[in-house]
């Protein structure tokens, strides 16, 4: 006697129940099924031209991933200095009522410098532990080692050049566009003038070198040398925040770049910026 099966969906209607256990069928579905199909042999060109893509397409991947996370680095670089520049302004004005770091009310020089020495090292510092925490960032990707025999003789003259044709391009589009400049007026001698060399200087030199061409170029190194020179120098100039002296800015990050991957360390990055600041 037939009777309507009980083995759920799985079974075929108007069999005997138990004629076809649910264990067989969607066995049988798995074997010979539309996902399963005769397997031929491929091509040893079809092979290869496969393996490129996939590389391809992970190295692409890469980029895009290492580029976006430098991206979000830069932009938790200006939100902690934003943070700490209202920060220290805002103690500024508890001690004198009024005072920030744009209107230094009843404060030195010495005092201002040494506010602008803690904003810039404190955001490079924090970002670097940012990246060091999230990404697979590590110490020796940084290159804080002694370089390579390079020649600075060679280097340095090449680098004031173009920096300061660099200058004198953004100069002509400050010219050209009629905007402002950017210049500030420094003490004419004593620990003033040296604490502004500390800040506008040193603390540029070595903090953003190790950001830019240590942490930044780190990160991008394998994807290729070219996206780990342009892509840092690129936010290097855009982080300026300033038409003619991200100009100067991009050009100078991509020779430092160049000379961190040619001499395998940032060190001569960070003397060349220094003589140039």
């Excluded at 009777?3 to 005997?16: F, H, I, N, Q, Y």
């Excluded at 020179?229 to 690129?234: E, V």
Aim: with cysteine; net charge positive.
């Amino acid at each position: 006697e037939k009777r309507p099966s009980t083995e759920g969906e799985g079974a075929p209607k108007g069999r005997m129940r138990g004629a076809f256990p649910r264990q067989t069928v969607n066995g049988w579905l798995r074997q010979t099924g539309p996902s399963s199909g005769v397997s031929r042999p491929a091509s040893p060109k079809g092979e290869a031209f496969n393996v490129k893509v996939e590389n391809h397409m992970a190295k692409s991947r890469g980029v895009r991933g290492a580029a976006g996370f430098c991206a979000v680095a830069s932009l938790v670089y200006l939100l902690v200095r934003s943070l700490l520049y209202a920060l220290v302004s805002t103690l500024m004005g508890l001690a004198h009522p009024g005072a920030s770091m744009a209107k230094p009310l009843g404060f030195s020089e010495v005092s201002l410098a040494l506010f602008q020495l803690i904003i810039g090292l404190g955001a490079i510092g924090l970002t670097l532990v940012f990246m060091m925490k999230l990404t697979r960032l590590r110490s020796d990707d940084l290159r804080l080692t002694l370089p390579a025999p390079w020649s600075p003789g060679f280097c340095l003259p090449v680098f004031l050049g173009v920096a300061n044709l660099a200058n004198l391009a953004g100069a002509l589009i400050n010219h050209i566009t009629g905007s402002e400049t950017t210049a500030q007026m420094l003490p004419s001698g004593g620990p003033e003038l040296f604490m502004y060399y500390l800040a506008l200087c040193v603390m540029p030199a070595v903090a953003e070198e190790l950001l830019f061409r240590g942490a930044f170029q780190g990160l991008m190194r394998p994807s290729g040398s070219a996206a780990a020179i342009f892509a840092p120098a690129l936010l290097f100039g855009l982080l300026h925040l300033d038409l003619a002296q991200g100009l100067t800015a991009f050009v100078c990050g991509v020779f430092l770049g160049w000379l961190a991957e040619r001499s395998g360390s940032i060190l001569p990055g960070m003397l060349l910026h220094l003589v140039n600041n």
